[in-house]
């Protein structure tokens, strides 16, 4: 049996992607998953996670990884239709659908653990495949520990490129983040920055308080 574990990295950023990634194992080899030390990602050291990223990419059967951009979220968030969830949800699907598991393990992002679901399964090309879907997934099971590895592996080095391209760092892109914070602020109009996430109440507001400066100059 193939064994499946999804997770994300990334969802409370102002900057740069959502990266969703999914990972694969047979049955008979999820114990080396725990002999590797495979952990949720929130509590490995970075040079740890890089690490097993590597390991991971030898020992998996199979995984996906997507990069879901700021332009995207920003169009969902602005479509009343759907919200981070439903994208999330539809990511899910994706990954589901190329990676072709028996039983799949996902961090479960939704208060609502049956309306999730629903979406996840509305476009599973296989109604058969077995979902369970929990809260604190990452922490519970090795293969959702390895995708959450997967996802903030990339993640991280994908932010790592967006400071190097521009010559700053800002950080880690979290809204508390003092550096994201003073970035954010001093260049939320600036044309030739465009990883923010503008339907970010962070950005929405430092929109404001520079509209109201000006306001105040004139």
Same mark, same amino acid.
């Given at each position: 049996?193939?064994?499946?574990?999804?997770?994300?990295?990334?969802?409370?950023?102002?900057?740069?992607?959502?990266?969703?990634?999914?990972?694969? #194992? +047979? $049955?008979? !080899?999820?114990?080396?998953?725990?002999?590797?030390?495979?952990?949720? %990602?929130?509590?490995?050291?970075?040079? =740890?996670?890089?690490?097993?990223?590597?390991?991971?990419?030898?020992?998996?059967?199979?995984?996906?990884?997507?990069?879901?951009?700021?332009?995207?979220?920003?169009?969902?968030?602005?479509?009343?239709?759907?919200?981070?969830?439903?994208?999330?949800?539809?990511?899910?699907?994706?990954?589901?659908?190329?990676?072709?598991?028996?039983?799949?393990?996902?961090?479960?992002?939704?208060?609502?653990?049956?309306?999730?679901?629903?979406?996840?399964?509305?476009?599973?090309?296989?109604?058969?495949?077995?979902? #369970? +879907? $929990?809260? !604190?997934?990452?922490?519970?099971?090795?293969?959702?520990?390895?995708? %959450?590895?997967?996802?903030?592996?990339? =993640?991280?080095?994908?932010?790592?490129?967006?400071?190097?391209?521009?010559?700053?760092?800002?950080?880690?892109?979290?809204?508390?983040?003092?550096?994201?914070?003073?970035?954010?602020?001093?260049?939320?109009?600036?044309?030739?920055?465009?990883?923010?996430?503008?339907?970010?109440?962070?950005?929405?507001?430092?929109?404001?308080?520079?509209?109201?400066?000006?306001?105040?100059?004139?």
């Amino acid at each position: 049996m193939l064994v499946c574990g999804i997770d994300e990295a990334g969802r409370g950023p102002v900057i740069g992607p959502l990266v969703m990634a999914g990972a694969t #194992i +047979s $049955e008979d !080899k999820l114990k080396k998953l725990e002999i590797l030390g495979v952990q949720d %990602s929130k509590i490995l050291t970075r040079k =740890r996670r890089e690490e097993l990223f590597k390991e991971l990419l030898m020992l998996l059967d199979g995984y996906k990884i997507i990069s879901v951009s700021n332009e995207t979220i920003d169009e969902h968030l602005n479509d009343e239709k759907s919200n981070l969830n439903i994208l999330e949800a539809y990511t899910t699907t994706e990954i589901i659908n190329i990676l072709a598991p028996d039983e799949v393990f996902i961090d479960l992002p939704d208060r609502n653990k049956d309306r999730y679901e629903s979406h996840v399964r509305k476009n599973m090309e296989s109604q058969k495949v077995k979902l #369970i +879907s $929990e809260h !604190k997934a990452d922490a519970k099971y090795p293969i959702v520990s390895a995708a %959450s590895i997967l996802a903030k592996v990339t =993640r991280d080095r994908y932010i790592d490129m967006l400071k190097e391209k521009i010559g700053m760092d800002f950080g880690s892109g979290y809204p508390a983040d003092p550096k994201t914070k003073i970035f954010l602020e001093n260049n939320w109009d600036n044309v030739n920055i465009n990883f923010f996430r503008k339907t970010w109440e962070p950005y929405k507001q430092a929109k404001i308080k520079k509209e109201q400066r000006s306001l105040f100059d004139f």
